[in-house]
């Protein structure tokens, strides 16, 4: 995909080549709103809205990092969501999907890593927005600092505080569950705590 060609020529106003970034970011775009809002109807409304929001005003666009002005605008959508419902989440996000166990792993390690997995999404909802969003953008979606911090139209320091502090509070929340835990990182008395 060339995308400084579909970004121009969606510019222009051609539909087909925004639909082309559509493809491109939709699965990105959506994963965020769905770690932000918990539910997923709210974060296909949320990447809906998102995308309508991006096709309007691709015209603003000055060039730089597509992406991370994608994902500003999902993560405004997801802020605006919570704000109008002045609501912590209260439903579960879905199952996380992950690969069945295959051969060399063993059914009781699939489970504890599926429950894990549910575990870490439990901590996510306890985190402040704004800290889940630096979260999910870093450690879920993969972007570094600099394109996190544009996302978030906060400076360097302010996201990696952020990330800090929620992952602080993630391993607080995990740590009240050391049986979830791999023994590898896992509390006993004969080890240091968790990093």
Request: proline share 6%; with cysteine; net charge negative.
């Given at each position: ?18 639909n082309g ?169 004969r080890r240091?705590?968790?990093?």
């Amino acid at each position: 995909m060339d995308e400084q060609a579909l970004v121009t020529r969606s510019q222009q106003g051609d539909l087909d080549a925004f639909n082309g970034l559509v493809l491109a970011y939709q699965g990105q775009a959506y994963n965020v709103a769905l770690r932000m809002l918990g539910d997923s109807p709210s974060a296909e409304d949320a990447t809906q809205d998102a995308f309508i929001s991006a096709y309007r005003n691709i015209a603003s666009f000055r060039g730089g990092n597509f992406r991370a002005w994608l994902l500003r605008i999902v993560s405004n959508a997801c802020l605006d969501q919570l704000r109008a419902s002045k609501r912590h989440r209260t439903e579960p996000l879905d199952p996380l999907v992950l690969d069945p166990p295959g051969h060399e792993e063993m059914p009781e390690d699939y489970t504890l890593r599926q429950e894990l997995g549910e575990e870490i999404r439990k901590g996510l909802d306890t985190l402040p927005p704004d800290q889940r969003l630096a979260i999910v953008l870093v450690d879920m979606q993969g972007l570094d600092y600099e394109e996190a911090a544009q996302v978030t139209q906060s400076n360097l320091g302010t996201v990696k505080s952020r990330i800090a502090r929620g992952r602080a509070r993630l391993r607080d929340h995990l740590r009240a569950r050391p049986e979830l835990l791999p023994d590898s990182i896992r509390l006993d008395s004969r080890r240091s705590p968790l990093p």
